[in-house]
């Protein structure tokens, strides 16, 4: 049990209160049978960064006279450009705050039927709106998220959640965004727009937009989640919209929203988070999440043994915590100079697919993808031999980006594939969940026997929504039943 856990547990019997339990959402190991179908700042200083507090409850909204409003339109109307919502700079506007709207399309509801696996009788059609909203970056330091808004034309009778559904890697390349897309994300936010729900999908601030994303920076990518939340309810009528949300994540956010869960108590989201679907989830738990440390000790190992994902998560997240961390034009330092400015070339024009195919030809191995003075350093940390340099400021960095799960928080639905080789079970969720259990986080954990990485969300499209719902509303989520994950390795 984590020292942590430990205190919370202790404080309660103290002072003779209940101690947390997974009752409600008691914990399941579950199968999943194969039905269905896939900035600037400084670096922190060795503590998590908890980011401002919550600005308070939700909106009391409006004098409680006549009908609930609908979610079937925003509160004003929006008449920005779609590159002045790509442009929105930080202002005075409270978290969540409209910076930029801009009114895109209408899906009717035969569009809207195509692009779902399994519609509802009657879909709604659904309006999409771009949207730039006032947040955090990790740091402290005001940001800019983009989102794409999803309203139904036919709304659910209200107050509604809030849905917020966030994307996989995509890239760090501005034009990978998904609201670079024009259908970005219309798998995940069409099961719930076309039923009358309100959906935002945010970018991860960063990304699309000034600056560059914090990949797979637990408090970056949560802050930019979180934010979506408010920024959603501050988009309608305030009576249109409760203090409830869900939320749905897959692969990198599937971790964003797994880190949302734990920063929601100190971050705060506008109201209360009740559901959280990780799908997949590229989460960072631990140093040797996604074969990071591994990796370093073989700088003579080709990249193209490493597998798809390990040269092209670490290429990303180094560029961009250098660039967060250490400042604009950092990012270079990171790589080899002598190969920097061509892998930086490469990450600012290539989306994810296109650089997975490019780094194993143009960086063959892992001491030509990795500076060597940032690789032995940061091993001397680990190692505990001496810790200094570039890779002690790495090697902190990421300790004050580990996020413990919330015993109080939001229960969690963890959805994995058996044949994923991007995010492998015996690594990854193998580790990853013992790592919320200890935390004591309710949390049921299902297995898909038939899914790999890529199929796993569009096979169980009706599990998310179904179970994301029931628990939303209380009722018994669907049971699916299995053992758990293997053991974590050492």
């Known amino acids: 049990m984590k020292l942590h856990t430990l205190c919370i547990l202790l404080f309660l019997a103290a002072c003779g209160g209940p101690v947390a339990t997974n009752d409600a959402g008691s914990e399941q190991d579950a199968s999943v049978t194969d039905a269905g ?11 998590p960064d908890a ?35 790509l442009a929105a700079t930080p202002g005075t506007a409270p978290l969540g705050g409209r910076l930029a709207c801009h009114f895109e ?17 009657n879909p709604s059609e659904v ?14 330091v005001a940001g800019v998220g983009t989102a794409r808004v ?17 994307h996989g890697s995509a890239g760090v390349a501005d ?12 798998d995940m936010a069409l099961p719930w727009a076309s039923r009358g729900y309100a959906v935002i999908a945010p970018d991860f601030a960063g990304l699309g937009n000034a600056g560059v994303q914090g990949y797979v920076d637990n408090h970056d990518t949560a802050y930019s989640m979180l934010d979506a939340v408010r920024a959603l309810r501050q988009f309608v009528s305030a009576r249109a919209i409760d203090g409830r949300a869900v939320l749905i994540g897959y692969s990198q956010g599937g971790g964003a929203v797994l880190a949302s869960q734990g920063l929601e108590h100190s971050y705060g989201s506008g109201g209360t988070i009740s559901a959280v679907v990780a799908v997949a989830p590229e989460y960072f738990t631990r140093l040797n999440s996604f074969g990071y440390v591994t990796m370093l000790r073989s700088p003579d190992a080709l990249t193209v043994a490493q597998g798809y994902t390990k040269p092209v998560v670490a290429a990303q997240r180094h560029y961009a915590w250098f660039e967060n961390t250490l400042g604009p034009g950092r990012g270079v330092e990171s790589f080899p100079a002598a190969t920097g400015a061509g892998t930086v070339a490469a990450l600012e024009s290539r989306c994810l697919i296109e650089l997975g195919a490019w780094l194993p030809s143009n960086r063959t191995h892992v001491r030509d993808l990795i500076d060597d003075t940032l690789r ?21 960095g990421l300790l004050s980006d580990l996020i413990p799960g919330d015993p109080f928080g939001a229960p969690v639905l963890y959805l994995q594939g058996a044949f994923d080789t991007v995010m492998p079970v015996g690594e990854e969720a193998a580790c990853n969940v013992p790592y919320l259990r200890a935390d004591l986080v309710p949390l049921t954990y299902c297995t898909d026997n038939g899914a790999a990485h890529n199929n796993i969300y569009s096979r169980n499209v009706e599990l998310v929504r179904t179970w994301g719902e029931a628990t939303l509303l209380g009722q018994t989520p669907p049971a699916c039943t299995g053992s758990g994950p293997p053991a974590c390795p050492p």
């Not at 179908?37 to 503590?47: F, Q, S």
């Not at 401002?52 to 939700?58: L, R, V």
């Not at 399309?105 to 009788?121: C, D, E, F, G």
């Not at 034009?175 to 219309?186: E, F, I, N």
């Open 175 to 186: 034009d990978c965004a998904p609201t670079a897309d024009p259908d970005g994300l219309l």
């Open 150 to 166: 999803y309203l139904p034309k036919t709304a659910k009778p209200g107050p509604l959640p809030v849905i917020a559904v966030a």
């Open 376 to 396: 032995t350093t940061f091993l001397s940390c680990v190692d505990g031999t001496g810790c200094s340099g570039p890779g002690k400021q790495l090697y902190d």
């Open 51 to 85: 980011g401002p507090p919550d600005s308070g409850t939700p909106d009391a909204g409006e004098p409680d006279a006549g009908p609930v409003p609908s979610v079937s339109a925003p509160a004003l109307p929006c008449a920005d450009s779609a590159a002045a919502v």
């Open 127 to 140: 309006d999409l709106f771009l949207l730039a909203y006032q947040t955090t970056r990790r740091g402290n």
């Open 105 to 121: 399309r209408t899906l009717t509801a035969a569009q809207v039927t195509s692009k779902l696996p399994t519609a509802p009788a």
């Open 37 to 47: 179908g896939e900035d600037a700042g400084t670096p922190d200083a060795g503590t």
